[in-house]
């Protein structure tokens, strides 16, 4: 789906990931669940693009639900991905601490289980070979994108700002749909290994320059990183 000039969603509400499109090539931002891999193609071809034209695949985090076709792409199409270090096992191996699910309403918990089985989410392969970014790099991709540390969701969380769209893009570093709840709105998004750090990195993109915050969950939110840290942290 397109959302702005250069800039797509692929998913929806419950998981979704993103394609940036540019002279250059394509930089993919997330790789949703396995199932996923069928909206690239569908959002490539309506792009007259092949999985050739993709010079990278950048993580936010590590989690299952954010690398669903990574290694797909990565080893049929020598695609390199990029996670933050402290991500890095957790993008390979899966290994993860537990962490309490929260508050939850059965018919969006549904949801989200039956939307991540309907897109394969119980078959994610995890990445063979990552390349690791940290705090502050600007990656050689196109749109040339910008590593910010967001830890608390997971040590390696990150936001990506991608000035060429405009965008933020934070992951799990904040919802605008809890996937457990149902709640829509800017808010802290579940399964978080530190919440209080999590809220805390929220500072650390309020004053980037842009007009899209797209996380992985939830509606694109067309306003400031300034705006949504303020919505969440007043509550």
């Known amino acids: 789906m397109k959302l702005a000039p250069h800039l797509h969603r692929l998913g929806n509400d419950v998981v979704a990931c993103y394609l940036i499109d540019t002279p250059e090539g394509i930089t993919l931002i997330d790789a949703g669940l ?10 490539l071809k309506s792009l007259g693009k092949t999985p050739a034209d993709i010079r990278g695949l950048v993580l936010t985090h590590g989690d299952a639900d ?9 080893s049929e199409h020598d695609v390199p991905v990029y996670v933050h270090a402290a991500d890095a096992v957790r993008a390979r191996t899966g290994e993860k601490p537990k962490t309490p699910a929260g508050p939850m309403r059965i018919g969006p918990t549904l949801k989200f289980f039956g939307y991540s089985l309907s897109k394969n989410g119980m078959r994610t392969r995890y ?27 997971s040590p390696g969380s990150v936001a990506i700002h991608v000035p ?57 939110w067309h306003a400031s990183p300034a705006e949504l840290t303020q919505a969440i942290l007043k509550n």
């Open 66 to 74: 954010h690398i669903g076709f990574a290694e797909r792409l990565r």
């Open 164 to 220: 060429y769209v405009d965008a933020v893009f934070v992951g799990d570093a904040l919802t605008t749909r809890h996937v457990l709840t149902g709640r829509t709105g800017p808010q802290p998004a579940p399964f978080t290994d530190d919440p209080a750090e999590a809220l805390a990195s929220l500072e650390r993109i309020a004053p980037l320059a842009a007009s899209w915050v797209l996380p992985g969950h939830g509606s694109p």
């Open 127 to 153: 990445v063979d070979v990552v390349t690791e970014v940290g705090d502050g790099d600007t990656l050689d991709l196109p749109g040339a994108p910008v590593i910010i540390g967001m830890p608390g969701h």
């Open 34 to 43: 396995p199932g996923h891999w069928h909206d690239l193609q569908r959002e």
